[in-house]
């Protein structure tokens, strides 16, 4: 299983992204998908993560409740995260992983796995 995810950059405050996470190599509908980032001098934390496509959960992060949106298009063997009414705290690196994990919060609060993409840039300025 291979990941790609895209759709960061640059954007005002009170504005809108979607991110993508591709996945090529295997199907992605038995593996739950979270979306994480990095942000300047903080620990990696999980955004939100969805659980695999017989399942219908997803966890969010506090902080983004209400403002993003985490989907999978199991047709397109991608999952996305549209982020609505963004803050400059927002400003991370983000990247999707995937796993089997034994509940969707587990895998946001404690990711296990190797499957990784590469990550995508995401700005907010004030």
């Known amino acids: 299983l291979q990941l790609a995810d895209s759709g960061g950059g640059l954007v005002q405050a009170g504005g809108s992204l979607r991110l993508s996470c591709v996945a090529s190599?295997?199907?992605?509908?038995?593996?739950?998908v979270g979306w994480f980032r990095q942000r300047p001098g903080k620990e990696r934390e999980g955004v939100s993560c969805?659980?695999?496509?017989?399942?219908?959960?997803?966890y969010y992060l506090d902080t983004v409740k209400g403002r993003f949106t985490i989907s999978r298009d199991n047709a397109k063997n991608t999952v996305y995260l549209q982020m609505n009414s963004l803050k400059p705290e927002d400003t991370a690196n983000y990247f999707c992983?995937?796993?089997?994990?034994?509940?969707?919060?587990?895998?946001?609060?404690?990711?296990?796995?190797?499957?990784w993409g590469q990550g995508t840039q995401v700005t907010v300025s004030s």
């Open positions: 969805i659980s695999s496509s017989s399942g219908g959960s997803t």
């Open positions: 992983g995937a796993d089997f994990p034994s509940t969707v919060q587990a895998f946001c609060v404690k990711p296990l796995t190797n499957y």
């Open positions: 190599g295997s199907s992605l509908d038995p593996y739950a």
